[in-house]
RNA sequence: GCGUGAUUGGUGAAGUGGUUAACACGGCGGAUUGUGGUUCCGUUAUGCAAGGGUUCGAUCCCCUUAUCGCGCC
């Protein structure tokens, strides 16, 4: 079965709605975990289920490279593989044609893109076609269309032709594409170029996907343009699919994204930046290694609910993440990821109540003003 | 007691008679947005055991003292 989206509510350009799949029904605005080597670093499905995670990634271009699609599949799909069983997205390998096509001009051509493995080297070759198929075997729920993920800045001659390879490789993923229980998302890009952004969200709905992203936001470009980015996009989605802004996580920009109409969002922020000893709260981001928790033996927040909050001191989390501990990163992990999901929760309810305009204001005002503290 | 070798930041240490004394670790702070990366970037000794001397100039040369090591009575 494809994932079906229900609009059940608008709050100006604000949406909640429902996310229905073949692993549950979810409510949306989410954000989504990420698991690039068929695990969310260093917790167990348990634990997600536990922070009410719903939807999590996982990568096509790491999958392949290892353990290989062919593995997942003879373990009986990825969930089986990772023992999860909500809903997985699998990211198409677009965003390393970003991080990893050392040189632009010469590995991006129209049939594909060539890469160098960072396991050892060797020339790979990866294109819209093996990028799909590969999903396929993985079995995820929801597969992402190849794309090229632009970088920023880039220029408008360099935006375009991109944007519009990028719609070839969509149409071509498309027609290869077979699993009857898996959907397929469409890849919005354009760079910053508002005329492209419209041309590449028309034509890729103009496809017929399960649902639409928007990508090459989140790279280096200022608050504004990704904020025009979505704007310059999102106007041309239709309204009865799910919308998912791709790679975006600060709790800033999760509320920019939902009052722009965002519905899905997925971030390694939270993961990445607990494995480097930083904790969202809600008086802004903190690094549990500064010498001033040495000896603050409260909780990270004093009101969370996430296990960490309710086991564990900055002091002692400050101790494990100095001292290389696993079991640091893990708990910060833990917390940043029920604080964003926790975050969706509250944003949810509150576009249910016509609220959201005020709740975004008041979350803002004290996320931004931890200086004083 | 005599002889001898050392003494550089929180630590391990490089180094030179002449502008800002390597490097590493540690400390302190920052970054991180579809995750190659226990990652990246700042910053951290106005001072080279103490005092005196030689010199235009000494951490580097000489003397004295202190401390530590080694050898011999």
């Not at 900055?314 to 993440?321: D, E, F, T, W």
């Amino acid at each position: 079965m494809k994932i079906k989206y229900d609009l059940l509510k608008n709050d100006g350009k604000a949406r909640y709605g429902m996310l229905h799949t073949n692993y549950g029904s979810y409510e949306t605005p989410m954000f989504m975990p990420v698991g690039t080597l068929a695990n969310v670093k260093t917790l167990t499905p348990e634990e997600l289920k536990e922070m009410n995670s719903a939807v999590i990634l996982s990568n096509t271009y790491h999958l392949w490279l290892r353990p290989g699609e062919d593995v997942v599949a003879h373990a009986g799909g990825l969930h089986k593989f990772m023992n999860w069983n909500g809903p997985i997205l699998t990211d198409s390998g677009g965003f390393q044609v970003f991080s990893l096509a050392k040189n632009k001009k010469k590995d991006i051509v129209e049939e594909g893109v060539h890469f160098k493995s960072h396991l050892d080297g060797k020339d790979l070759f990866l294109t819209p076609e093996l990028s799909i198929q590969i999903q396929n075997k993985l079995d995820s729920d929801i597969a992402m269309s190849f794309d090229e993920c632009i970088p920023y800045p880039a220029t408008y001659e360099y935006a375009k032709a991109s944007t519009e390879r990028t719609l070839r490789w969509a149409k071509r993923g498309k027609d290869v594409f077979n699993n009857e229980n898996q959907s397929l998302f469409g890849i919005v890009q354009g760079g910053k170029y508002e005329d492209l952004r419209k041309f590449s969200a028309e034509e890729t709905v103009k496809m017929d996907f399960d649902g639409y992203s928007i990508g090459g936001t989140s790279v280096g470009e200022d608050k504004d343009t990704m904020y025009k980015m979505i704007d310059y996009a999102i106007k041309y989605l239709p309204e009865d699919k799910p919308r998912y802004l791709m790679g975006v996580g600060e709790p800033l920009d999760l509320l920019e994204g939902v009052e722009r109409g965002i519905d899905m969002f997925d971030c390694v922020l939270p993961t990445r930046i607990a494995r480097h000893g930083n904790a969202f709260t809600r008086c802004g981001k903190i690094n549990i290694k500064n010498a001033k928790y040495k000896e603050d033996f409260t909780p990270i927040e004093d009101n969370c609910d996430c296990y960490t909050c309710k086991n564990y001191t900055k002091a002692y989390v400050r101790h494990l993440i100095v001292s290389n501990e696993s079991l640091g990163g893990r708990l910060l992990s833990i917390h940043n990821i029920r604080f964003l999901i926790k975050l969706m929760e509250e944003i949810r309810l509150a576009i249910k109540e016509d609220r959201f305009v005020s709740y975004k204001k008041d979350f803002i005002e004290k996320y931004t003003i931890k200086k004083t503290n």
